[in-house]
């Protein structure tokens, strides 16, 4: 090893005794003028190949045997003029100022190399990992390339779940070491080691090098233990890129989770949506075969006398009351199973005449006006559930304007939103109630469910507005906010 | 469910066969020719809406789909598969019959083949392309016309606004109903029908639009 280091150095010597004794052969013919220039070539040869030291060597030794053999008086190591010692100095120059330049081409060349040689190894690990369809298996993959870093001791990869450590790959970590990781997370402060600037640095806080060094990342902790050696600058910078992709593949592992988790949930509300349409067909299915029945034995051609036509009319009327506190339970239990809301642009004026429509029978022999001018601006609503809203309102308001009252329902925008109303000429609502009408099952009837205000609150809250309860002069009224739409005036035509 | 729907329809005078399966019904109606077919989209066996799927071009009844379902969407499904109306259970004897009633005119109406459809004073004649309210004529650009000229050939049955979309605007429309909304609000503008209580187009709410006979 040693003797190897002085190899250059002897090279020197040999060849500035061969430079000489060629120069003494050529002497020997003929009286060539400067062939000390000959040295020059050597020194810059030197210089090139093996660096400073022995390109000097070589110098001095040319200088003392060219003054030696050549220069006279010869066989003396004497200097006589100024021209010599100029002559060992350009030697000495061109020794130090080629080996230098030499010097740094070599360490250019060779960082060069190492730089290429890690991008195509973290290239390589980059690809492989990514392409691992389990995050797992791409974390063993860098855990192992990280391990074999010389002055890497230990690597591994945990992962931070509810304030607990779980090693997803590499080396292992006792249970105070992964207490330590997680604190490390937790604080998002690194401990031993940071990283910055594309490469590791120890600590000087570090106390003890034995111990394992924490870095935090977003998803995870890097764990690393240093052995003896301090890894080289290539080597740091390595190190320093596969806790960067670690960082990266821990950000995949939780994207993934995260996913598999919206599907649950996503999946449990469909569940719950098949069983609110299994339960309401169970439930509607009787109802619906006592109404076909009890409706058909209403015919004159059925036989039934006035007196028990009569008794079917009001069997089927119970039976509708009992469908519709079905379908209000039922609708009920779809907004608190927390129903998607299918959001379209929507004019008030057209909810209300659909609604209208479907309550007509109720609202027969009172007197309705809609005070919904062209110009009020579209709604961003659910048309079934606001409908919903709507006939529930105009329904209440039916059974409680006195026989040929008024009901009004309209609409004025206010405050960058739609506020509509419903109101009638019936009693008033005493003020104690005027915030409890919305609770489910609170009811001022006797054969009220409780359930339409209920299920009016809960589609209007969905829908991000207001619902209140308030005496006017002619009698209660119900106010409730709805959003605008974001419609620009384009369109399709 | 079906026994007492077959007395409740024999007592107002319909010929009734019951098919207690898909199949059964598909036999029933090649059978015997009704002019009106009761889909239970709830059958046993064979899927209500494949059931639909084999019937509609089968037969030329019009389809009345009964469902338990309050959803629209089973609604617009068996609408856009070709049925020609929809009633959800419960139901009383007397609404059912008014619909088949009214299934049963409309049929009648389209094989007169008139070329003039009314809606109380609002006149659409196909033949002319003129549309008059109490006479007077109303200028409509060519998408409302369209538009209302469908309604007009389906008089008095939904039609969904994926239908309407596909045919007034073309496949790529289809899903946009905010077009649909568009020009039937300009449409009423126009014949001076008020959408809070509309005498022409009818909103049918998550379904689509339907001209009032």
């Not at chain 1, 570090?206 to 301090?230: F, K, M, Q």
Request: include cysteine.
């Amino acid at each position: 090893m040693i003797a190897r280091r002085f190899v250059p150095y002897g090279i020197a010597v040999v060849g500035a005794v061969a430079v000489t004794a060629a120069i003494g052969v050529v002497e020997t013919y003929a009286k060539v003028g400067g062939l000390s220039a000959v040295y020059l070539l050597l020194v810059l040869w030197l210089g090139a190949t093996y660096g400073r030291w022995p390109a000097v060597t070589a110098s001095v030794a040319a200088f003392l045997l060219y003054d030696f053999f050549f220069v006279p008086p010869v066989g003396t190591f004497s200097v006589r003029g100024p021209s010599e010692l100029l002559e060992l100095v350009v030697l000495l120059a061109v020794a130090l100022v080629t080996s230098q330049l030499a010097a740094s081409l070599r360490r250019t060349q060779a960082s060069a190399e190492a730089m290429a040689t890690q991008s195509q190894a973290l290239y390589e690990l980059a690809i492989a990992a990514l392409q691992a369809p389990e995050v797992a298996n791409a974390l063993s993959l860098l855990s192992g390339r990280a391990a074999a870093i010389p002055g890497v001791k230990r690597f591994a990869i945990a992962a931070v779940v509810d304030g607990k450590g779980e090693t997803l790959a590499g080396d292992t970590f006792s249970a105070d070491e992964l207490g330590q990781a997680v604190r490390s997370f937790e604080s998002r402060r690194p401990v031993g080691i940071s990283v910055s600037g594309g490469t590791v640095r120890a600590m000087r806080t570090h106390p003890n090098r034995a111990e394992p060094a924490y870095v935090p990342l977003d998803s995870g902790v890097a764990v690393i233990e240093l052995g003896e050696t301090t890894p080289s600058t290539d080597d740091a910078r390595m190190l320093a890129a596969l806790i960067g992709l670690a960082g990266l593949l821990l950000d995949r592992r939780r994207a993934a989770r995260e996913s598999t988790r919206a599907d649950a949930l996503e999946e449990s509300n469909s569940l719950k949506a098949a069983i609110l349409s299994s339960v309401s067909h169970e439930l509607k299915s009787p109802i619906a075969a006592l109404r076909a029945g009890l409706t058909a034995l209403v015919a004159p051609r059925a036989g039934l006398t006035p007196e028990q036509q009569d008794l079917t009319r009001d069997m089927d009327r119970q039976a509708t009351r009992l469908d519709h506190m079905v379908g209000d339970l039922l609708a009920l239990a779809r907004l608190e199973a927390g129903v998607e809301l299918h959001r379209e642009p929507h004019s008030f004026a057209d909810l209300v005449g659909a609604s209208l429509r479907q309550v007509r029978s109720e609202l027969h022999g009172h007197e309705v006006t809609v005070h919904a001018s062209e110009d009020l601006p579209a709604v961003d609503v659910d048309e079934m559930q606001v409908g919903r809203v709507l006939t529930n309102l105009l329904e209440n308001a039916a059974e409680w304007a006195p026989a040929g009252g008024a009901i009004s329902v309209g609409a004025a925008e206010r405050d960058g939103q739609l506020a509509a109303w419903v109101e009638n000429d019936g009693p008033a609502i005493a003020p104690t109630d005027l915030d409890r009408v919305f609770d489910t099952f609170w009811t001022r009837r006797m054969t009220g469910t409780g359930l339409g205000l209920a299920i009016c609150k809960r589609v209007i809250e969905a829908h991000g507005g207001t619902i209140r309860a308030e005496n006017m002069r002619r009698g209660p009224r119900f106010t409730f906010t709805l959003p605008l739409a974001q419609v620009a005036t384009a369109h399709a035509q | 469910m079906q026994r007492a729907l077959r007395a409740g329809l024999q007592y107002h005078d319909f010929d009734v066969r019951t098919a207690g399966s898909g199949q059964d019904a598909l036999r029933e109606s090649a059978a015997w020719r009704p002019d009106v077919v009761l889909l239970d989209l709830g059958l046993p066996g064979m899927d209500g809406f494949e059931t639909l799927a084999a019937l509609r071009p089968a037969t030329r009844a019009a389809i009345i789909v009964v469902s338990v379902m309050p959803g629209e969407k089973d609604k617009v499904r068996a609408l856009d598969a070709g049925a020609d109306d929809y009633v959800v259970k419960p139901f009383g004897t007397e609404e059912l019959v008014a619909r088949i009633r009214a299934v049963l005119r409309r049929q009648a109406d389209v094989s007169a083949g008139e070329p003039v459809v009314r809606s109380a004073d609002l006149e659409i004649d196909l033949g002319r392309r003129t549309v008059t309210v109490k006479g007077r004529p109303v200028r409509l650009t060519p998408t409302e016309y369209e538009l209302l000229r469908y309604l007009a050939l389906h008089a008095g049955k939904p039609v969904t606004h994926n239908t309407l979309l596909r045919q007034v605007w073309g496949e790529y429309a289809v899903g946009d109903s905010y077009n649909t909304r568009y020009v039937v609000a300009q449409i009423r503008k126009k014949l001076g029908d008020d959408p809070s209580n509309p005498r022409y187009i009818v909103t049918e709410p998550g379904v689509g639009y339907r001209l009032a006979p």
